[in-house]
């Protein structure tokens, strides 16, 4: 069973920063792309962004361009998202999830085989 496990949510205004990080206990994550997605209340889980499994490809959803950076640290088996200037749409439950197949990451749930639990980010304006 592969274990993702996320950290770094938390309550910031409006305009601030915040880092998440997705952790494997292992190396399970070792030569899979890893993506964040995230789940306001009532709505579908979103991609937010993805990173191959040498950080030389990355993508990012169109509404965190400019403002999120998705980063890895294959020695520490850590994916890291810096997110700046959060708006209040922001506000979500953050997971990241393995990608078991493609180098380039894929914005659909369907491609991750294994979560994380999730971490909340709220975002107060």
């Known amino acids: 069973q592969v274990r993702l496990v996320e950290s770094g949510g938390g309550w910031v205004q409006t305009g601030e920063s915040l880092k998440l990080s997705c952790a494997a206990p292992?190396?399970?994550?070792?030569?899979?792309?890893v993506n964040w997605f995230r789940q306001a209340p009532g709505k579908e889980r979103e991609f937010v962004a993805g990173?191959?499994?040498?950080?030389?490809?990355?993508d990012y959803a169109d509404s965190v361009k400019g403002r999120f950076t998705i980063s890895r640290d294959n020695l520490k088996n850590i994916i890291d998202l810096h997110m700046s200037n959060l708006r209040a749409d922001d506000t979500a439950v953050y997971f990241c999830?393995?990608?078991?197949?493609?180098?380039?990451?894929?914005?659909?749930?369907?491609?991750?085989?294994?979560w994380g639990q999730g971490t909340q980010v709220t975002v107060s304006s």
């Open positions: 990173i191959s499994w040498n950080g030389q490809s990355k």
């Open positions: 999830g393995r990608q078991m197949r493609f180098a380039q990451p894929v914005h659909s749930t369907e491609e991750v085989d294994f």
């Open positions: 292992s190396r399970t994550i070792s030569g899979f792309t």
